[in-house]
């Protein structure tokens, strides 16, 4: 409990000199950041394990699992350098020896050799379903999963997902309603990954232009 509260100072103090978060309220850091990182829990695998966490940002889920399941070995992917290096400083300050962080674009970490190497990916408040899903799958191995933290809108965004996830070799996703005091339609999408990526995915983010996975 300590070492989360620490997080929030430090997410709180990092975020007077760069944009972190819009909430400044404590409560509402402790629910919004804190307790709902931890609703992925009940989704992770109990034995060790490596998960990866898209679009980091202010370190959440990332840095509460890493703080409560400190068995789980996690990379932090954040491409914008400054929150990166508040990342590394953050994870020093806290004392986790689980936590890497990489400032490398999610396209561009796909086809490096950390492709296929996690059994979970994470993302929250980072993109459209159907792009997070081209970001993310490719990093994870056969049988591993995807779980985005997503709103309400995510049902716009299932159509648009479908033929993505086609391609990427990954099974429908199931939506897991997230029963959070204080929050309202906190959804939790897992998607389980049924095979290998095609190499030539993901696209570069060049070509991909801001067009779905068809």
Known sequence: MARLGRFLDLLAAANQRMNLTRLTDRPQAELHHVADALTLLPFLPAQPHAL?????????????????RPDVEILLVESTKKKAAYLRDTAAALQLPNVSISDQRAEDLGHSPARETFDIATARAVAPLA?????????????????????PRVHDELPDTAAALKRLNAAPPVLHPVDLPGTEHHLIVEIIKQGRTDRRLPR???????????
């Open 204 to 214: 570069p983010a060049t070509a991909a232009k801001g067009r779905p996975l068809a």
């Open 131 to 151: 792009f997070l899903a081209e970001w993310c799958l490719p990093l994870v191995k056969k049988g591993g999963k995807l779980l985005a933290m997503k709103g």
């Open 52 to 68: 990866v966490d898209v679009g980091s940002g202010g370190g959440v889920p990332g840095i509460p699992l890493a703080i409560v």
